[in-house]
């Protein structure tokens, strides 16, 4: 793997060897000193275009547990507002002598016009309501180290997945690690055109509430206008929102994600976030685990046993 752009066409095996790097970095986060050296000398650049929180400050706390240094692009502060082009901007920090970049950037495509321009690797960190693959790993490693394998889960996809780009890159891997993928969503939150997308779609989440195994809910991308679909965030909470009365109603072994940055009182009740079936930050503490897996295969790190 040269890049990592899309979970779409990754197959399983690619899939699984970087969940179970991913596993065994997870064991390295949780020993007293939680650095390996692996990537010494590596320069990992954190490229964002976009705001972020957990995804930028994991893949710069990955870099560090495997002894990479970081270097930290932020586009407010940057000479992007004198007018610099992105090109420009990647072939600088190319030539500070970075080794991979991560790039998030509100354009769809981003990433791969960035791999084109660069000989280095390349991590989409999220590009428009595209694609946001680190993100789909660290779902799928939730979920397997919850139920010991994604093979025949029920999974559903509920609320704004038309302006997702989480939604389009869990769907491709879930269904590639063998769950079975819901869509839960009226025709308005869906993508226009869903041929390949290996899915079942149902319009009300009280019509398989309590048939799922798994409930991923996703914020509303209003800075993508997934707001403006729906009459009001009431509506929205009252048909897709995991409220503190639907949580009473799922099979008990049912868990609930979310990528995060939640909107608690709209897709989510506080009751359902503070629930021990909510594995939000399971997800957020595997995401450094997963980003280590990806830096480690795309700079070819070195195992130390
Ligand atoms: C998501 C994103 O930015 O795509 N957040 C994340 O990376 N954890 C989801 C979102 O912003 O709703």
Redesign the pocket.
């Known amino acids: 793997m040269r890049d990592l752009l899309s979970t779409e066409g990754l197959d399983r095996a690619t899939l699984e060897s970087l969940l179970d790097d991913g596993e065994e970095f997870a064991e390295v986060l949780r020993r007293p000193i939680p650095k390996v050296p692996a990537l010494r000398g590596k320069t990992v650049a954190t490229m964002f275009f976009?705001p972020?929180?957990?995804?930028r400050l994991s893949f710069e706390r990955a870099a560090r547990a495997l002894s990479a240094d970081t270097l930290s692009f932020a586009p407010g502060t940057s000479s992007l507002k004198k007018g610099e082009s992105l090109k420009d901007t990647v072939l600088t920090i190319q030539a500070m002598g970075a080794d991979l970049m991560v790039v998030?950037h509100t354009s769809t495509g981003a990433p791969w016009r960035v791999a084109e321009w660069t000989h280095l690797p390349v991590i989409n960190?999220?590009d428009g309501a595209h694609q946001?693959p680190t993100?789909a790993l660290l779902d799928a490693l939730t979920l397997r180290q919850r139920f010991g394998s994604l093979d025949g889960l029920r999974i559903g996809i509920v609320g704004d997945i038309r302006h997702?780009?989480?939604a389009r890159s869990d769907v491709f891997a879930f269904s590639t690690l063998g769950a079975e993928v819901t869509l839960v969503a009226p025709p308005t939150l869906l993508p226009p055109d869903l041929t390949g997308w290996p899915v079942e779609v149902a319009r009300e989440l009280d019509d398989v509430l309590t048939e799922l195994d798994a409930i991923y809910l996703?914020?509303v991308?209003s800075e993508r206008g997934g707001a403006s679909v729906f009459p009001s965030v009431q509506e929205y909470r009252q048909r897709f929102g995991m409220t503190r009365q639907r949580l009473a109603r799922l099979k008990p072994d049912t868990a609930v994600l979310h990528?995060?940055?939640m909107i608690r009182g709209v897709e989510i009740d506080h009751e359902v976030a503070d629930d021990a079936r909510c594995l939000v930050l399971n997800q957020v503490a595997n995401?450094v685990a997963v980003r280590m897996a990806a830096l480690f295969q795309l700079l070819g790190g070195e195992r130390d046993e």
């Open positions: 976009e972020s929180t957990r995804t998030r960190g999220g946001h993100q997702s780009r989480v996703l914020r991308q990528p995060g940055p995401g």
